[in-house]
């Protein structure tokens, strides 16, 4: 199946610093690429996602970049706050297996 | 409510014992997923459906059962409940199959003593 691997597990920055997440997948025919916030004992929700025939995608301050060639996206939180403190996941969906595979998380901790 | 709500919230149960798990979803999604989530190990497909009365294993389907008689719900059972299954559990649906925003439900936690 597809593998997605997460760096880095967990990042801690100053409140204002900006954050770089990073995932990498196997399968190049994946062709969506979402990212998901997870809120202490909260249930995990869609921020941004990009498709394949997209470079970037931009939401205020956070941003979605993928790079089809080696097969990486990432996920950059510019100005961070307080409450940007989560886990964040990313996802890959490869059509031939019909379903999203996560990677496994990074705790984000943005200190005052 | 609209949405997609899980139950119970919580529960323990005893090794061996048989426990369901309840998925409800009001947009009649056509896709419904279940994962189990633990720490180093991220978010894991169980068992996902593509429409009523269609089911299909995930990453790690053993020791669970799925039906999906009714498009809004989706239970989960555990047939013989063990330890390692001691676990937070989502439900989640969406319109796609995988390439659309998941609605997630807020969580099941189990511990099997």
């Known amino acids: 199946g597809e593998n997605v691997e997460q760096h880095p597990s967990t990042l801690s920055v100053q409140e204002g610093d900006s954050a770089v997440i990073k995932c990498t997948y196997s399968d190049s025919a994946s062709n969506y690429f979402p990212w998901y916030k997870q809120e202490l004992g909260k249930r995990p929700q869609l921020i941004i996602d990009?498709?394949?025939?997209?470079g970037e995608k931009k939401d205020q301050r956070i941003a979605v970049t993928l790079n089809k060639t080696a097969k990486h996206f990432s996920l950059h939180i510019t100005e961070t706050q307080p409450e940007d403190s989560a886990v964040y996941f990313c996802?890959?969906?490869?059509?031939?297996?019909?379903?999203?595979?996560f990677g496994k998380g990074t705790m984000l901790l943005v200190s005052p | 409510d609209a949405g997609i709500t899980q139950s119970p919230r919580y529960k323990i149960t005893e090794t061996g014992r048989q426990v369901t798990l309840m998925c409800h979803q009001t947009?009649?999604?056509?896709?419904m997923f279940w994962y189990r989530q633990d720490l180093g190990h991220g978010l894991r497909l169980i068992y996902y459906s593509a429409a009523a009365d269609i089911t299909d294993k995930g990453e790690v389907p053993d020791g669970y059962v799925v039906s999906r008689s009714k498009t809004e719900n989706f239970p989960l059972t555990l047939e013989s409940a063990t330890r390692s299954q001691t676990s937070v559990y989502f439900c989640a649906s969406s319109s796609g199959n995988g390439n659309t925003e998941a609605f997630f439900g807020q969580g099941t936690r189990l511990t099997v003593v």
């Open positions: 996802a890959v969906f490869y059509s031939g297996y019909s379903t999203l595979t």
């Open positions: 990009i498709r394949s025939n997209v």
């Open positions: 947009w009649s999604h056509s896709y």
